[in-house]
């Protein structure tokens, strides 16, 4: 079964502080993609990661990808307010643009 | 540039009706995927076209199906509505394989 798991699923944090989101998914794939959703808002693509060791960098979010170990991350350093939304790990196991999304992580960014 | 639009924004509707939702891609992309995303998960994909062709379907019952024009724009049809089919219903353009891809602001169904 293709299967896309995030952890944690709701993540609330102080501004200034760092923090890491993990993505597991369940079989061979080098092809990831990170979204960020605001609430009743559509998706917003982050990052795409195309090969084992990828790395990419926005502002305060930085996602790489170990594809042997079928895991992505998502790095945020100096938490801001902005940046509280639900992000998104979704992966393209069948290389035809069919992505399978994971469960989402609610990140909220404390004062 | 326009990015993907869809419409209508929010629609309701009862149990046993049926539903139209269009979506137009980015100028240039051939590739229309769609997703359902119910509340508090993440989107599930339905189907992906690709010049007026089918590439890939989800796993959902017969009552959805799409189709795509030739000027690459996309409807998804539901038939037979049911409460459980409530939901955000996105739809995706991209330009190549290996691009992201981007999604419209989706349209809302609701079902009475």
């Known amino acids: 079964e293709l299967k896309v798991e995030q952890n944690p699923l709701f993540l609330s944090m102080q501004e200034g502080k760092n923090y890491t989101i993990y993505c597991n998914y369940s079989?061979?794939?080098?092809?990831l993609y990170w979204y960020r959703q605001d609430p009743g808002k559509s998706l917003e693509s982050l990052f795409v990661?195309?090969?084992?060791?990828a790395v990419k960098q926005e502002g305060r979010l930085m996602a790489s990808l170990d594809t042997k170990a079928r895991l992505s991350t998502l790095h945020i350093t100096a938490a801001v307010h902005d940046l509280s939304a639900t992000y998104f790990c979704a992966v393209d196991f069948t290389l035809n643009e069919k992505l399978t999304f994971g469960t989402g992580t609610r990140l909220t960014i404390i004062p | 540039d326009a990015g993907v639009t869809q419409s209508p924004t929010h629609l309701i509707k009862t149990r046993g009706q049926h539903v139209t939702l269009r979506c137009s891609p980015i100028?240039?992309?051939?590739?229309v995927s769609w997703y359902q995303q119910v509340l508090g998960q993440g989107p599930q994909f339905i189907f992906q076209?690709?010049?007026?062709?089918?590439?890939g379907r989800g796993n959902f019952p017969d009552r959805f199906s799409a189709r795509q024009f030739p000027n690459y724009s996309s409807e998804l049809n539901v038939n037979a509505l049911l409460l459980g089919d409530s939901a955000l219903y996105l739809c995706?353009?991209?330009?190549?394989?290996?691009?992201?891809?981007?999604f419209g602001d989706g349209t809302r169904l609701s079902i009475l």
């Open positions: 076209y690709y010049e007026k062709e089918e590439r």
């Open positions: 100028s240039g992309h051939k590739s």
């Open positions: 995706a353009s991209s330009l190549l394989l290996e691009q992201p891809q981007h």
């Open positions: 079989t061979t794939s080098d092809r």
């Open positions: 990661l195309l090969s084992n060791g």
